[in-house]
């Protein structure tokens, strides 16, 4: 079993920054990848980012290519998403999830963290 817990959220300006966390507990060393999603009010949850633990190869959604960053700390089963030039339609709960194997989906979602970029 895997816990998460995601911090970091709050409200930015359009044009602003700012870094969301993920804590890992519990059986981490098997993982394949970690992630983050987001979901918006009315709309369904999609994917932003992704890391594999493993050799660190990063995936990205489209949409925050060039102003989202993931990144890792495998000391501290912990993994980042510093988001910068945030836009108003990045506003939503963000969620990490993990990967535990290559065919497994993302799952064991923390509580997510909100964030919210005015116009």
């Known amino acids: 079993q895997v816990q998460l817990v995601e911090s970091g959220g709050g409200l930015v300006q359009a044009g602003g920054s700012l870094r969301v966390s993920c804590a890992a507990s519990g059986r981490t060393f098997s993982n394949y990848a970690m992630g983050w999603f987001r979901q918006a009010p009315g709309k369904e949850r999609e994917f932003v980012a992704a890391?594999?633990?493993?050799?660190?190869?990063?995936y990205y959604a489209d949409s925050v290519k060039g102003r989202f960053t993931i990144s890792r700390d495998i000391s501290k089963n912990a993994v980042y998403l510093q988001m910068n030039s945030l836009k108003p339609e990045d506003t939503a709960v963000y969620y990490c999830a993990v990967k535990k194997g290559q065919l497994d989906a993302f799952g064991s979602w923390g509580q997510g963290t909100q964030v919210t970029v005015s116009s």
């Open positions: 890391i594999s633990w493993s050799d660190g190869n990063l």
